[in-house]
């Protein structure tokens, strides 16, 4: 399986410094829009099938419908790729959201507050949204750690979610837990566990 995997775009930030010294804000915006542009462009050269986007692709406070409405008739080049979008603090998923009053193309699937699983013949994808500007509470993650416990891996699992919880190969640093309150200590060591565990079952079926 093949996919490509982005986040922190941050579309139409506002880039307070950079605009202070003459249009290099908005330079900045455009060369946003070129990156993008050749993330697809290399979703359409290698045939890519899944297109992961964990968080923040824009700014919630600042970003112009001019600005969807291109990032959507980019997703409209690769219509056989499916492309999952977890909103994060920065775009979260609230009612006047572009993610719930924009029409998206078909390709897109935008995951909700709870936690939803996309089933496919490859890959199952779960993931959930952020609903505030702060991730308030762990219970969707924990719960999904607690479903796989006992569970028999069939393929791959994925989990799509903005990158404010976990953070490469450390995950989230401890001050994160003790400052945010995001996990408590034994869920966050349940959940190290169950992403080890699923590092290593990548790499002995050489699946990423």
Not at 100 to 119: G, L
Not at 155 to 164: N, T
Not at 165 to 191: A, D, P, S, T, Y
Request: proline residues 2%.
């Amino acid at each position: 399986m093949r996919f490509v995997h982005i986040a922190d775009m941050h579309f139409d930030a506002p880039f307070v410094v950079l605009n202070s010294r003459t249009n290099l804000g908005e330079i900045r915006r455009m060369e946003q829009r070129k990156a993008l542009k050749k993330v697809i462009n290399y979703i359409k050269e290698n045939n890519i099938k899944y297109l992961f986007i964990a968080g923040d692709l824009y700014e919630n406070e600042h970003i112009r419908k001019t600005t969807i409405e291109y990032i959507n008739n980019l997703f409209k080049e690769i219509p056989n790729t499916k492309i999952f979008i977890s909103p994060g603090n920065h775009d979260p998923y609230l009612n006047n959201s572009f993610y719930n009053t924009f029409a998206w193309t078909k390709n897109v699937i935008i995951f909700s507050p709870n936690m939803q699983i996309y089933e496919g013949e490859e890959v199952d994808v779960y993931g959930f949204a952020f609903t505030d500007f702060y991730c308030k509470g762990n219970a969707v993650l924990i719960n999904y750690v607690e479903s796989m416990k006992d569970s028999v891996v069939v393929g791959l699992r994925c989990l799509l979610f903005c990158r404010k919880l976990v953070k490469r190969e450390n995950i989230v640093k401890e001050n994160l837990i003790k400052n945010h309150n995001m996990f408590w200590k034994n869920e966050f060591r349940q959940f190290i566990y169950e992403f080890r565990r699923f590092r290593k079952f990548c790499n002995k079926y050489a699946i990423i």
